[in-house]
Nanobody, 124 residues
Framework: QVQLVESGGGLVQAGGSLRLSCAASGRTFRTYNMGWFRQAPGKEREFVGAIDWSGSVANYADSVKGRFTISRENAKNTVYLQMTSLKPEDTAVYYC?????????????????WGQGTQVTVSS
């Protein structure tokens, strides 16, 4: 089992940057593929991006491609979401998720483990 804790959210002006972190428990973190999702008020949860267990393959939603970058440090059991050129429409609660199946990095499949989320608010 994996427990996930997100941090790094906050209030930022449009055009600014934030880096979210997701710390995982357990010694098997390096075997999990990690995803980031977000959910804005009144909207469905949306896939943001994902990275495979090795950190060598990443996939992003078109809405964030070129602005967001996912990376991971397996030695620290942590995955990151670097967000730049933030827009008001990026405002949401951001969640990280973990799953052993590589297909989850496509964003269309359910993840087994989820964090509690961290709020990101982008002001105009």
């Amino acid at each position: 089992q994996v427990q996930l804790v997100e941090s790094g959210g906050g209030l930022v002006q449009a055009g600014g940057s934030l880096r979210l972190s997701c710390a995982a428990s357990g010694r098997t973190f390096r075997t999990y593929n990690m995803g980031w999702f977000r959910q804005a008020p009144g909207k469905e949860r949306e896939f943001v991006g994902a990275i495979d267990w090795s950190g060598s393959v990443a996939n992003y939603a078109d809405s964030v491609k070129g602005r967001f970058t996912i990376s991971r440090e397996n030695a620290k059991n942590t995955v990151y979401l670097q967000m730049t050129s933030l827009k008001p429409e990026d405002t949401a609660v951001y969640y990280c998720a973990a799953d052993p199946s590589i297909r989850t990095i496509l964003g269309r499949y359910e993840y087994d483990y989820w964090g509690q989320g961290t709020q990101v608010t982008v002001s105009s």
